[in-house]
């Protein structure tokens, strides 16, 4: 996994663009000579030959090369600076159609393995571009480093929202529970509370039953002296006339 100045290179993206691997370093025992060393090849113009110096170095830094380790060798494996054709803009239409299906990729819908097959066909598009023009390449390097930052910043915000809404509903959670209780404690209370009434109010009766059978008691016993009294005057009135009766006699005689 290699990084540059200009993001991250996935080797997953390797097979749209890279050439055959080299060797970078050999063992000393691999440095018998096995063979006539060929010819050197044809001089080319100094211009053609510092363009294509130039595009090597700007493609080494859009895809680093790669290098592992096998055995006492040391290999570095480039990408391919050869200048493409119509039919390799074909093949390559062709060979993204065979990894989605072969990969399985969702038609539609949020994919990551859709998504990392067009990032490499978007890497690809931009090494044949910039072999034959390195300043549209780098703008196209720019556009799709704006792209994966945008969606980096999306993905950022999508998580950060995720946890936020899981932090939420814990919270709603906890306060649902904790509002269960006090609806519970309320509803005890609310029940010792009724009890209460029901008990005042039967005091209430039962004090109310006996001040009423008092209160016909006392009734009762003022109409029965009422009556005494009243009994006790017409008896003093008959007393009363009877003396005047023997006293007017009295007189007369």
């Known amino acids: 996994h290699r990084r540059s100045v200009y993001g991250n290179v996935n080797p997953a993206l390797y097979f749209f663009f890279f050439e055959s691997a080299r060797p970078l370093r050999v063992s000393p025992q691999q440095l ?7 010819p050197p090849p044809k001089p080319k113009s100094p211009s ?8 090597e170095e700007i493609l080494n830094v859009i ?20 200048p493409c054709t119509r039919a390799d803009v074909i093949n390559l239409e062709e060979e993204l159609d065979k990894k989605i299906q072969q990969r399985q ?3 539609t819908g949020v994919c990551p393995i859709r998504r990392e097959l067009y990032s490499q066909c978007f890497d690809e598009l931009i090494r044949q571009v910039t072999i034959n023009c390195a300043e549209r390449g780098l703008l196209l390097l720019r556009v799709r480093d704006e792209t994966q930052m945008t969606i980096a910043a999306y993905r950022t915000l999508y998580e950060s929202s995720v946890a936020f809404g899981l932090r939420k509903a ?14 519970l404690d309320l509803e005890s209370e609310v029940r010792d509370l009724k009890k209460q ?31 005494l009294l009243k009994r006790t005057n017409e008896q003093l009135k008959v007393v009363f006339s009877n003396n005047n009766i023997l ?4 007189f007369s005689d």
């Open 197 to 227: 009434l029901n008990e005042q109010k039967a005091k209430t009766e039962s004090i109310e039953k006996r001040e009423a059978e008092k209160r016909l008691l006392e009734e009762k016993k003022h109409l029965e002296a009422i009556h």
């Open 48 to 55: 053609a030959e510092a363009t294509r110096q130039q595009n």
């Open 63 to 82: 895809l680093p090369p790669r290098e592992w380790t096998e055995g006492n060798q040391l290999w570095m494996q480039q990408v391919s600076s050869a």
């Open 170 to 183: 814990l919270q709603a959670e906890e306060g649902k529970t904790e509002t269960e209780k006090q609806i």
């Open 247 to 250: 006293r007017q006699k009295s």
């Open 32 to 38: 018998v000579d096995s063979g006539p060393v060929p």
């Open 105 to 107: 990729a969702r038609v």
